[in-house]
């Protein structure tokens, strides 16, 4: 979602001691989006810091660690059926929300790491590399065509562990490295613009 109609809005020590960040996309932001096939009208998220601690300026957060000092979240999902205008409000208790930080970079890192470190031969680490290599790169701008490449580089080393598992990479190595970047694959993000 970017363009008209989405905003992130910081708000330091707005009311008694209060810290908030308000991020949202309606309108021209969610046209032609859509969820559980119902279009997408207004996505909205407030986090609340009671105590004032969340941030110290009004200037947009280039970490996520704010998130941390959070106390609550207010959470909107309005959708509109295509066919008869009926809107639905998701309310937090129609699904588990939860907050998370996505940093494919870092564990696609510690992943390189993990095969750098693998008792197999230099050849071998040489071949593990080449899909994570290209993967960490794509996933530098996450457009939806980096993200399904990234995807099949992913799915590349697996096939590559899984092919050498035993033989070439011992098998407790082989489920470590498969399982790592499974979770990765498992992790990226669909509908990226």
């Not at 989405?6 to 810290?19: H, L, R």
């Not at 639905?88 to 696609?108: C, K, M, N, Q, R």
């Not at 407790?172 to 990226?192: H, V």
């Amino acid at each position: 979602m970017a363009g008209d109609g989405t905003s992130a809005t910081v708000f330091n020590n707005a009311g008694p001691n209060e810290d908030s960040i308000d991020v949202r996309a309606e309108g021209a932001a969610l046209a032609g989006k859509q969820l559980f096939g119902l279009d997408l009208t207004i996505a909205r998220i407030l986090l609340v810091d009671v105590d004032g601690t969340m941030f110290t300026s009004t200037a947009l957060p280039t970490s996520p660690v704010f998130v941390e000092d959070s106390e609550f979240q207010q959470t909107l999902v309005e959708l509109v059926d295509p066919v008869t205008n009926e809107p639905t409000i998701l309310e937090p208790g129609d699904a588990p929300y939860f907050l998370s930080v996505f940093d494919p970079l870092a564990h696609i890192a510690a992943l390189q790491d993990e095969v750098r470190e693998a008792p197999v031969s230099a050849g071998m680490v040489k071949d593990l590399l080449k899909p994570l290599e290209d993967a960490h790169a794509r996933l530098g701008t996450l457009t939806q065509e980096n993200v399904d490449e990234a995807a099949k580089e992913l799915q590349k080393f697996i096939k590559i562990v899984e092919m050498h598992r035993a033989k070439k990479i011992p098998a407790p190595i082989a489920d470590s490295l498969g399982a790592a970047a499974q979770q990765i694959l498992d992790s990226l993000p669909r509908g990226c613009v």
